[in-house]
């Protein structure tokens, strides 16, 4: 019989009844480590503090309006991401996916306003992963996601990883927008170099190419700065941000420059919930402690340490990882045994990390993670990959 929740989750026989900081307790008064953070969404850990009460404060005060008339709290949060960020404007989504599906039709309508909507096609990448919906598995194109679910959306076309050369010759008259995430997530913790990054502006500058950045994984001061792309000095035409950008609130957004949302007039898009009070209110003191250089330098540090225990647990444990990838709190380990086996090892010792694709093992902890818990976290791992060796 099917279960009463629809099964298309491999789950873990774990369930959490209480968070606080990097910290989970299990319905059985286990204690976990949490560096998955529920997949780069906990920025702040569990319960914080300052989250907690703008949630509760916001919640005595009003859950929800709908957008038919202003909403103060998504005007004060998208004020703020302006302030900090390239954009001029900010639409608020509940998901990185529907981050996706605006992102999409906002590079079509600009190109069709142009008067050129033969440009709607969209450059994306091997390994990408931007949601489950129509248009987000049609831009990863991955055999996995989108098999059995044709017809796709048509007009993405998806190049190698990080080779400017093939991108340089898929661009046509027909391109009008390229789409990457700075530093895949769900493809393996993978890296676009700077000088990539770079790149791919000028190439979109030279053919007036919007550049669409996916940073819903790795914006939101998960590599140490606000969002990934700042370290290359380059800015996009748009970005998808969600994940970290609520703090455990359902919340996205897609920021752009006044000319790439130029198309996007009154009616020609829209959310019920999107942008709601208390997505926005939760979304605001996020930010307030976030987009701070104390805030940031501190992550930074903090991924100095954790990245050189993992660096020294893979050369003491080459039998189980291969090398460490990513930048900041946003940290991958390229194992030598299944990294399935190396999560469900951690379990048994009270460590919760994330899978990836090519067999990478990610860290994703809170931004606000203490010293003591990273070095308890890097001890778990290597207690993990002992208790495989030792089978
Ligand atoms: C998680 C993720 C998405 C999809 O976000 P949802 O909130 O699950 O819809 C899109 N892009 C990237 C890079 C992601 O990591």
């Not at 300052?50 to 916001?58: E, K, N």
């Not at 919340?251 to 942008?275: C, D, I, K, P, Q």
């Not at 460590?351 to 860290?363: E, G, I, M």
């Amino acid at each position: 019989m099917i279960p009463a929740v629809l099964p298309t989750y491999a789950r873990a026989p774990l369930s959490f009844v209480r968070g606080e900081g990097s910290w989970l307790v299990e319905a059985d008064g286990r204690c976990f480590l949490d560096m998955g953070g529920g997949i780069a969404v906990n920025v702040l850990g569990h319960a914080h503090p300052a989250l907690v009460s703008a949630l509760s404060q916001q919640a005595g005060a009003l859950w929800h309006v709908s957008n038919l008339y202003r909403i103060p709290q998504q005007e004060a949060l998208a004020e703020k991401l302006v302030e900090h960020t390239f954009a001029d404007t900010v639409f608020f989504t509940n998901s990185g996916t529907e981050a996706c599906e605006l992102a999409v039709k906002m590079a079509r309508k600009y190109w069709h306003d142009q008067g050129r909507p033969e440009r709607s096609e969209i450059l994306t990448f091997e390994g990408a992963f931007h949601g489950r919906s129509s248009a987000g598995i049609a831009a990863a194109g991955s055999e996995r996601m989108t098999r059995g679910f044709e017809p796709l959306l048509p007009g993405f076309v998806q190049l190698p990883w990080a080779d400017v050369g093939a991108l340089r010759e898929a661009i046509t008259g027909r391109t009008g927008a390229i789409l990457v995430e700075p530093v895949q997530g769900e493809g393996g913790i993978r890296v676009m170099p700077d000088r990539c990054l770079q790149g791919l502006r000028a190439l979109c500058d030279e053919h007036g190419i919007l550049l669409i950045l996916d940073e819903v994984q790795c914006g939101m001061g998960r590599t140490g700065r606000l969002f990934a792309h700042e370290w290359a000095g380059i800015t996009p035409d748009i970005m998808m941000v969600a994940k970290g950008i609520g703090g455990g609130f359902p919340l996205g957004a897609v920021l752009a420059t006044e000319r790439a949302a130029s198309g996007m007039t009154v009616g020609t898009h829209g959310s019920t919930y999107g942008g709601n009070p208390l997505a926005c209110a939760v979304g605001s003191a996020v930010m307030d402690i976030v987009a701070t250089p104390e805030f940031l330098d501190a992550v930074s540090r903090k991924a100095g340490l954790l990245r050189q225990g993992l660096e020294s647990l893979v050369a003491t444990r080459p039998d189980s990882f291969e090398e460490v990838r990513g930048v900041g709190l946003m940290l991958g380990l390229k194992c030598r045994r299944p990294n399935t086996d190396i999560v469900a090892a951690g379990y048994d010792e009270g460590l919760l990390t994330v899978p990836a694709a090519d067999n990478v093992l990610r860290l994703l902890p809170p931004l606000n993670i203490s010293e003591a818990d990273i070095s308890t976290a890097l001890d778990r791992l290597g207690r993990a990959a002992q208790s495989l060796a030792d089978q």
